[in-house]
């Protein structure tokens, strides 16, 4: 089976500002299949909430669709309709066998989620996730010591991650939330 790589994923959180950010690189194998897809968008009411994957593209979108069902019926509420998608993502037959990641952001919050379960928050306020995740989180700590704009911060780390990751690229989408 040929085996699908790329994204890097970001956030970073500064005060009440959050900032999520992925590059555009989808391969398969050692080609780029597409050089500018979109990972980050805003979902739920009115767009109040940021959501970045790493992953299967199309197990990706059906987290989507299912987070913005469980902020429907959560009021909006990220971290309810989050751990009620974990849940649900752990037992649930087919769901469990989704391949994703996904760093998803409020104005109050930002949360890893991962199929084993996992709502996580991030230490320090900066998470990454995909193949070039642990390289932009190593520039985003490194920076956060000298920079206060998260934007600056997860745009210089995408570009490390750029840099050094052969699966991510600089055609980077950023979103942000206040």
Known sequence: MVQWHGTTIIGVKRGDTTVIAGDGQ?????????????????????GKVIAGFAGATADAFTLFERLERKLEQHSGQL???AVELAKDWRTDKYLRNLEALMIVADAESMLVLTG????LEPEGGI???????????????????YEDDPEKIARRAMEVAAE???????????????
Do not use: H, Q, W
């Not at 084993?116 to 709502?119: E, L, P, Q």
């Not at 998470?127 to 010591?145: E, F, P, Q, T």
């Open 127 to 145: 998470a990454a996730i995909g193949s070039g995740g642990n390289y932009a989180l190593a520039a985003a700590r490194a920076l956060s010591d």
């Open 116 to 119: 084993n379960g996992d709502v």
């Open 164 to 178: 050094v990751c052969v699966f991510t690229n600089d055609r980077v989408t950023v979103e942000t939330i206040s």
């Open 79 to 81: 971290l309810r309709a």
């Open 26 to 46: 989808v391969s398969m194998g050692n080609t780029v299949m597409k050089p500018n897809a979109r990972k980050v968008r805003r979902i739920g009411d009115e």
